[in-house]
């Protein structure tokens, strides 16, 4: 996918494959600007004007969503197959609307229940997130960060989707509430056979919550797997990089090791691999030849010239 | 005082009044006041990183701008090695202080003035505080900060503007603003929250390095408890406008006594799929500061709350090898 803009194409995904299987969380980790976000509304069809899907397919469940018209993806995949819990969503419910006919609406809107049911699932769905039936009345003034964050997360399963994707769901939240909220997906992971896509630039959040990773950088794909295998043996070198750019709270205290340089101007990404003006281990075909997917072991792909 | 240390703070207290309406404000008899500080003590010995760490709205921002004297405190003293900060009544006074201590604020997009080119933020303080001879020497100066911030070469970056630099860049400017005057003393407020991860740890590398270069103090305020951890000499953790724990890094990262601080380390997500640790969720979320609880103010939602913790409230008493003020140790 592609955003056309007056100086050309920018690439913001290209190129990028990822599967979710039934009760897998993904964790899609990067940069920002690396193109996780856009991924998540390729999927969903949610993209501006000038957004084209230039190639590739986005297959559930035998079908390809690129093929369908936007009037059934609106009908049959957005909400009841695929929601989406939005970036900064806490902070874009409706501050006149009691937050319990925030969520009856979406439910009354999608499908065909009168409205007595649509607001006994509204409690229900409260209740799963961990709020009390009776707040169903609330605004949303009148609640915290992490509730507001749980009240859109119970928004997302209002029509019983079968893959969550939420985007950076606890960045404004303080790390006690960020706790709480992960375990509260984590649970309903369990609970409703959730699959859930994870977006977040924080891989300690990844590794607590999903069991397999995607690690982007500029609109790419750098490696992808099995979250342990990946942790374990990170591959690419970013990924490496990255994963050593965390502090962490138990362990010996290291050094933390530093990416130079910035992202690149996805207008012209740079020719080759597009990490290799940045890479510590970059070799002459880097710079020419643009690497392709290797599968380094079961579960664990790698896209980087050391491995081929 | 001991020569060693370089600032102090002695039960600092800062309530906010809270603004209510005209007539809600004629009518009631006590306005209410937002607790944000609340006796608060530390020392920063000299070329001591300390940081401060807490949830969001616990009055770490606010300890950090009392002791710059940026908000001006309701109670207690500050004093930057033997001037009591508080007592100075001059601005001008005040003035030549400044110019020993600085802060840099969490964002670098708004603590960069837009329609500034680079050289003239890096520039300001100096201008301000009189302190070079000539155009010249003030090039120089302004040179030299943004090489020491790998900000290279220094002649392309002077006369960008902030809206021309990335995240990292800015961030970088408003450090070397601060560090223009060699001060001997520097708030950091979060100065890398705003920034990515693959970023982060290089801007952190600049800043520790400049802080060895001039044998700075440091207060390092932070939500992060394991970014605190690998920044800093010693940690108090604030909980509601009081410091509820405060000892060496190592000590109580590795075993914290106070509830709260087990709570924040265990909350903090670890980068590890191999190292899961059983898990304390603290439930709820933090009391307003407005009315704050009575007694120990952590109690509301303390997993080892006893009877005493509702009534009485604990002192910040030394315990061991650290300051402690919980009741579950007192007695």
Redesign the interface.
Known sequence: MYYQTIRGYVRAVDDVSFKVGKEDALGLAGESGCGKTSSALTILRLLPWNARIIDGSITLDGEDLVKMRDKDIRKKIRWKRISMVFQGAMNALHPTYSVGKQITEAILLHEDVDSKEAVERTEKLLELVGIEAEKINRFPHELSGGMKQRVVTAMALACNPDIVIADEPTTALDVIVQAQVLKVMKELQSKLKLSWILITHDLSMITETCNRLAIMYAGKVAEYGDLAAIYKEPLHPYTERLLSAFPSIVGPKSELSSIPGFPPDLLVPPPGCRFHPRCPKAMDICRKKEPVPVKAKKDHEVICHLYT | MTKDVSMEARNLVKHFPLHLGFLKTMLSKDIPYVHAVDGVSFKIRRQEIFGLVG??GCGKTTTGRLLLRLVEPTAGEVFFKDVEVTAIDLEREMRKLRRRMQIIFQDPYESLNPRMSVFDIVAEPLRIQNVTESEDELRDRVAQALEDLDLNPPDEFMYRFPHEL?G?QRQRVAIGRAFVLRPEFLVADEPVSML???????V??LLMSLIERYNSSFLYIT?????A??MCNRIGVMYLGKIVEKGSTDKL?MEPLHPYTE?????????????R?T?V???G??PSAINPPPGCRFHTRCPYVMPICSKEEPELVEIQDRYLACHKYNG
């Open positions: 949830e969001s990335s990292g990515d991860v693959s970023i982060r740890s290089e952190l590398r939500h992060d408890i394991a970014l951890r690998h990262i709570a924040l380390i265990a909350a903090v997500p670890v980068p590890d799929p191999t190292a640790r898990k969720v603290i439930k979320e933090v």
